[in-house]
């Protein structure tokens, strides 16, 4: 049986953009982000907070978040790796912060630049301090299904990683398929794995695209009793520390797949086109979404 209602998350601005080698202007971030506002989505992850050298796209988080306008009822949200991370966060109102981490040690490394042995105490004196501020905090895992410099990820890998996510205290895990290799049969036995100790509504799915597989792979996630998805405008996204990982399912295209089968996302098609192409054209590339390919041959 499949959900009545579905909550997805726009990550464009942040996984979308901050693999974009060419700058985009802090203005044209913030028009975008304020564009979203008329979508209907009710959570955007605006940006990060991680050092600028890493992702150079991102650097201006502050100014984007201090400059957009904010809808009542909408979450701003934004990545925090770190205590330097989560005070620049606070300097700047974000609604909730997610902390992150892999599944594999290779992607950690290169990601973040620990062991995932280290990482854990970094992330769970973020997560104290972001709720004594009152934050909600949510945590990604990566390379749920496969690493690229590791190669296959046991799903007890990924528990293990969960349980100290989840003995941490934040609301919602995040399943990344980072480079989008995954297969339907792997998420359910990932899945299979997780929910034999944790409710399906701890977790939302984080699909990438690479490979044409993030929406049979929500489909069977759905069946699975998840209601929470993430994605981006136009399929853009990629981590620039996962090599080979290209976007995001498309939020247009999720919406389309998820509202055919009666499923309430709350997001207005036609809206979400127009945002989408908006980026695109600060771009200048086209995005590889199959709405605005179909928007385009109108
Ligand atoms: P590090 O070099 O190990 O950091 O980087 P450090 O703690 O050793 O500090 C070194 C210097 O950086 C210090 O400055 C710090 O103050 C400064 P110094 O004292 O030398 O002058 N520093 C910072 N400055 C600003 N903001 C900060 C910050 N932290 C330290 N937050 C670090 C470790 C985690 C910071 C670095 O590796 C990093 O920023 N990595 C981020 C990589 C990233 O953003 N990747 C993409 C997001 S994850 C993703 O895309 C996957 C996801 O979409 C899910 C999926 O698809 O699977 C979420
Ligand atoms: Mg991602």
Redesign the pocket.
Known sequence: KLPAKVTIKE?GPR?GL?NEPNFIETKDKVDWINLLNQTGLSYIEVS?????K??PQLADSEQVLKSIRRKPGVTYAA????I??LE?ALNCQVDEI?V?M?ASEGHNQK????TIDETFPVLKEVVDEAKKANLKVRG?V???IACPYDGPVEPEQVLKVVDRLAEMGVYEI?L???IGVGVPTQVERLLETLLKHFPPRLFAM?F?DTRGTALANVLKSLEMGITAFDSSLGGLGG????KG?SGNVSTEDLNYLLTGMNIDTGLNPQALIEAAFFIEEKLGKKLPSKQMVIARNE
Do not use: E
């Open positions: 990550v996984d901050q990060s907070f991680v050092h600028p890493w992702i990545l925090v790796p770190n330097r991370g620049r997610s992150f892999s990601n973040i630049n620990k990604y990566s390379t749920v995040s990344g398929d980072t984080h990438h981590c620039p520390y996962a990982a």
